[in-house]
């Protein structure tokens, strides 16, 4: 009878607030949603490294006509330095940080600058010679690029060291930057949702104080008196953070999981069963933030 009650009592002060409840829903699954790109963003950065870096090269390149650097002085690669190279790369100095390598020549480099470029005008103004030589040099562990630097940086014929986890570094700085956006943007809206569920609270007591009045008079207690009150603000924003996290898992489905795979496929990207995870987040923040939210005003506005 009592459970009854309640709910009778909550569902009567939901019809009474609609449009307010509408409104708490509203802001809360907005907000909400922005708290799950975030999440999305951080599992796909956590993927992609995962992925990328197993395939991270570092890329030794050799002196050309071309080449201005101090460490090219003396022309492009001979044959000899070129030979130099290869064996120290095949050396047991190197063999602890090298997994493996494979020399890429200028015509090899120029088919893949027309690959990547064939939308570009660029593409059929560069030449084979413009592009330098190289040795592609899969590392046993990335973090060791130092090591590997230091052992072919001084080497005559060779022009740079690149680790090819500087530009991934940029990605991802670029990606975490969207997510504390993102973030930032959820808590503003947070913290609409919160004043809307404590405004919803104070005109639902006070649109019901002649009720409250009698429930004090027969003796009713405190937590039957504040329960449908507290139910209300809750239901509110749960319906906000369930809609969050459909909309959460159709865009990491659909969007992520489908048409960004198709469109890379030589990407690691996540799914929606991967944002799965998210969904107990956004749900107890819902709840957790509307019942404190509920608790304060009913303290404050709601004597019993």
């Known amino acids: 009878m009592r459970f009854a009650f309640v709910l009778g009592e909550t569902f009567s002060g939901i019809r009474r607030n609609l449009s307010m409840v509408v409104s708490v829903v509203l802001?809360?699954?907005?907000?909400?949603?922005?708290?799950?790109?975030?999440g999305l963003l951080q599992l796909q950065i956590n993927?992609?490294?995962?992925?990328?870096?197993?395939?991270?090269?570092?890329?030794?390149?050799?002196?050309?006509?071309?080449?201005?650097?101090?460490?090219c002085a003396s022309g492009p690669v001979t044959d000899g330095q070129r030979e130099?190279?290869?064996?120290?790369?095949?050396?047991?100095?190197a063999a602890p940080?090298?997994?493996?390598?494979?020399?890429?020549?200028?015509?090899?480099?120029?088919?893949?600058?027309?690959?990547q470029f064939k939308n570009s005008a660029m593409s059929g103004t560069v030449t084979a010679e413009q592009l330098p030589e190289s040795f592609r040099v899969a590392l046993v562990d990335p973090e060791q690029y130092e090591v590997v630097n230091e052992l072919f940086s001084a080497m005559p014929g060779v022009e740079i060291v690149s680790d090819q986890r500087e530009l991934l570094e940029q990605?991802?700085?670029?990606?975490?930057?969207?997510?504390?956006?993102?973030?930032?943007?959820?808590?503003?809206?947070?913290?609409?949702?919160?004043?809307?569920?404590?405004?919803?609270?104070?005109?639902?007591?006070?649109?019901?104080?002649?009720?409250?009045?009698i429930m004090r008079l027969v003796g009713a207690s405190k937590t039957m008196i504040q329960l449908?009150?507290?139910?209300?603000?809750?239901?509110?924003?749960?319906?906000?953070?369930?809609?969050?996290s459909v909309t959460t898992w159709a865009i990491a489905e659909f969007f992520i999981g489908d048409w960004l795979t198709g469109q890379y496929p030589g990407t690691g990207f996540i799914a929606g069963v991967d944002a799965l995870v998210l969904v107990p987040l956004l749900l107890g923040v819902a709840?957790?933030?509307?019942?404190?939210?509920?608790?304060?005003?009913?303290r404050r506005y709601l004597k019993v």
Request: proline share 1%; hydrophobic share 55%.
């Open 228 to 244: 449908p009150f507290l139910l209300e603000g809750v239901i509110a924003a749960l319906i906000g953070a369930v809609l969050a």
């Open 84 to 93: 130099s190279i290869q064996e120290l790369l095949e050396s047991p100095t």
């Open 171 to 213: 990605i991802f700085s670029l990606m975490n930057m969207a997510s504390v956006i993102a973030v930032s943007v959820a808590v503003v809206m947070l913290v609409c949702a919160v004043l809307l569920i404590a405004t919803t609270i104070r005109l639902s007591a006070f649109s019901r104080r002649r009720e409250t009045g």
């Open 97 to 115: 940080y090298i997994k493996s390598y494979e020399h890429e020549s200028q015509e090899q480099a120029l088919e893949i600058f027309q690959e």
């Open 47 to 71: 993927q992609m490294k995962g992925y990328w870096y197993d395939r991270v090269e570092v890329a030794i390149f050799l002196c050309t006509d071309t080449s201005t650097t101090t460490s």
């Open 27 to 38: 802001v809360t699954f907005i907000s909400l949603t922005f708290v799950g790109a975030a």
């Open 287 to 298: 709840i957790l933030l509307a019942a404190l939210s509920s608790i304060l005003t009913l």
